[in-house]
């Protein structure tokens, strides 16, 4: 269980280090949000949208539940707009093999 805690808390680590923090000044206001947690029952999925257009999306299960090889996998998602103007798409996955993120131009 602590390389699934360890994998989890990379993926988070990782996904909250990318994102761009954004302007100090503007209120920023949650426009959409779903979450179904779960976890110790086999995952959970949340996802959000804000008012700046930043969104995120996140679904986990817990793979061999009880097991020697109990892990989590994740597979998410989040988009946000650069200092450029542009926004960017990150694609990741994160499982007991490691955190692979992709990253594109919407």
């Known amino acids: ?16 280090y990318a ?6 000044n503007q209120d ?3 426009v959409r949000a779903e979450e179904n947690n779960s976890i110790g ?16 999306e996140e679904t986990a299960e817990l793979k061999n539940e009880g097991s020697e090889n109990e892990a989590m996998s994740i597979v998410g998602s989040f988009e946000f707009r ?16 490691g955190f692979h993120p992709t990253i594109t131009l919407v």
């Open 19 to 24: 994102a761009p923090q954004g302007n100090p």
């Open 82 to 97: 650069g200092p450029d103007g542009k926004t960017y798409r990150v694609d990741y996955t994160a499982d007991e093999n």
């Open 1 to 16: 269980m602590d390389k699934t805690i360890f994998i989890l808390l990379a993926a988070l680590a990782a996904t909250a």
């Open 41 to 56: 029952v086999g995952g959970y999925h949340f996802s959000y949208e804000q008012s700046d257009g930043q969104k995120r």
């Open 28 to 30: 920023i206001t949650i």
